[in-house]
């Protein structure tokens, strides 16, 4: 019965969640606004390339990590200002904590709110990136659409949306006990993770140091396996980096409980549930 409240909870969460997203304009305009930013990025980095003259699996390889890292962008951005909207804006923070239901299956919900946003990113720029780069510029690009592995897909996509939803909860734990990084905290990690996860270039190319720490990031083996489903070259293998993005997803999970623990008794103790930032 408890298993069937948290998810009915947890439903009801994504259907506030996705009111709250989507319901300030018409679908097509909501869609634009989806694409607009990953896509811009991406054509800004695709010219470079071009210009550059790098091969086409350079470009395919930078296609389907920009496309990809809108999963990173959508969660980091949604999860990390999730708290203060409900607790500054909407003042409900407090009443949804002491309810039955709990944060939990709440912020759970929100997540997926950000995951389907991501999704329709993702799917709209690989479309438009094929569209124009192989239908426009008649350039020759390696990057079969309909001839992706989906058994070699699903898995990664499913690995690396529960690594990037543990960090979130991380993220919307950092905001319960702070009230002046809200609106630069999903900007930094996301930042972070583009620089670091190896979305327009490959960690080799990094400093020696920094690769130590790119090596233990999930969206690392989440961009990798997920470029191997497209038939696209990557260091490594696709199970080994399946089964280290499995790894770094159980670890985000246990540091993610960890994480939350701490700032819901330090929120309790100071009494920070219902606190109000004013600027």
Request: aromatic letters at 12%; charged letters at 10%.
């Amino acid at each position: 019965m408890a298993i069937a409240d948290f998810f009915k909870s947890a439903q009801e969460s994504f259907r506030v969640g996705w009111k709250i997203e989507s319901n300030w304009t018409d679908p097509v305009l909501f869609a634009t606004y989806q694409i607009i930013r990953p896509l811009a990025s991406l054509l800004i980095v695709g010219f470079i390339v071009i210009l550059g003259a790098a091969p086409g699996s350079y470009l395919a390889m930078v296609i389907v990590g920009s496309a990809f890292y809108a999963y990173v962008l959508q969660v980091m951005l949604g999860m990390a200002i999730l708290v203060f909207v409900d607790r500054n804006r909407y003042e409900v923070l407090k009443n949804i904590y002491i309810s039955p239901g709990t944060l939990h299956p709440y912020v759970i919900g929100r997540g997926l709110v950000s995951v389907l946003n991501g999704t329709i990113s993702v799917v709209l720029t690989l479309l438009f990136s094929v569209a124009i780069f192989s239908g426009l510029l008649h350039m020759n690009i390696p990057l079969n659409l309909l001839g992706v592995n989906l058994l070699m897909l699903l898995p990664a996509v499913v690995l690396g949306i529960i690594s990037l939803l543990a960090i979130g909860y991380m993220l919307c734990a950092v905001n319960i006990v702070s009230n002046r990084m809200e609106f630069i905290l999903g900007d930094s990690v996301s930042g972070v993770f583009f620089l670091l996860g190896g979305v327009i270039f490959p960690i080799s190319l990094l400093p020696a140091p920094v690769q130590y720490v790119s090596n233990v990031l999930p969206v690392t083996y989440f961009l990798d396996t997920v470029r191997e489903s497209f038939g696209l070259q990557t260091p490594g293998n696709y199970i080994s980096n399946l089964a280290i993005l499995g790894l770094t997803t159980v670890a985000s999970l246990i540091l993610r409980i960890s994480v939350f623990r701490l700032a819901e008794q330090r929120a309790k103790r100071l009494g920070l549930f219902d606190r109000k930032s004013e600027y």
